[in-house]
Structures are given as C-alpha cells and as structure tokens.
C-alpha cells in the first residue's frame, strides 16, 4: 500500500546568526529524479488545492514560507500532514489522492515533481480514482 510511502524528508539546516539555510540535492534527497518545479502561492484563505491523484507522478512538497496542511488518502485510509518549516518535504508516492488545505496568509508551497506537466496523469474524480485502485 502506497501511502505507507509517504514520509517526512529532512534536508540540512545550517543555523547562522545571520539566518538559515537549507538545500537539497536531487541524488541525496529526492526519491526520484527531478523533472520539474512549481510553487502555489496568494492562496485566498479557505482555498483548496489539489483534489486529485496522479497516476504516475512523484512529488516532495515544502512549505517554503507559512503553513498548510496536506490530507493523502489511498481510498480507505486518510492521513493528514502539516507543513510549517522550510527545512522538510512531504513525499507523494502516485496513485494517491491528495489535498492542500489551510494554507496560512503569505504561504508558498513549492512543489518537486518527477514528471513533466502532463493532464492525461491527473485523476480528477474521486469515483474514477476508486476505480484506478480497483476499490
Ligand atoms: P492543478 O495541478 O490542478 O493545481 P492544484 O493541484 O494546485 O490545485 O493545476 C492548476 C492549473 O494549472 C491547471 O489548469 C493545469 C495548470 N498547470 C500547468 O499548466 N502546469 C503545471 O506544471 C501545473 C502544476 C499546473
């Protein structure tokens, strides 16, 4: 079952008086390689992003700035993860479907992806993603 998959990567922090610092490299810290980036931002509060599955693609999640909170769900099991730290990702195995929810004023969420933006991998009904996990 795939949402025992997703986990919690820690990348480096390097704590400066002058501020923090944090990075991640594709060969040390990302389960897959990287094919792009893309970042979600000015969310109105009460917004939901998300709300669909992809049947291929693998993303890492971080909350860059502020706060949001992500619900994975296999399609009997839901498990909700809160973001608040620049310094962890959250990652998304395919075949689950997911939703970003409570997203704080200012936040961003910078999203890593292992694939290119393709539709055609979207699952966007929840009833048609039962029916992809045979449930
Ligand atoms: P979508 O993935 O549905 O957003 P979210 O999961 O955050 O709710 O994407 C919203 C729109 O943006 C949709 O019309 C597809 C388009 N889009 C791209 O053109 N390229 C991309 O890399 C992404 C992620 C989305």
Do not use: C
């Not at 393709?118 to 992809?132: A, W």
């Amino acid at each position: 079952m795939n949402i025992e998959q997703v986990r919690i990567i820690d990348f480096p922090k390097i704590e400066d008086s002058r501020g923090n610092l944090s990075f991640l490299e594709e060969s040390k810290h990302i389960p897959f390689e990287i094919k792009r980036t893309y970042w979600i931002y000015d969310v109105p509060g009460g917004q939901v992003r998300g709300g669909h599955a992809f049947k291929e693609q693998k993303e890492l999640i971080i909350a860059l700035s502020g706060s949001f909170d992500i619900i994975i769900d296999d399609g009997k099991e839901k498990k909700i993860y809160s973001l608040n730290r620049s310094y962890y990702g959250l990652y998304i195995p395919a075949t689950l479907w997911r939703e970003m929810v409570n997203f704080s004023t200012n936040s961003l969420a910078l999203v890593i992806s292992s694939t290119q933006y393709t539709e055609s991998d979207y699952i966007r009904s929840y009833d048609e993603f039962l029916k992809y996990k045979n449930l």
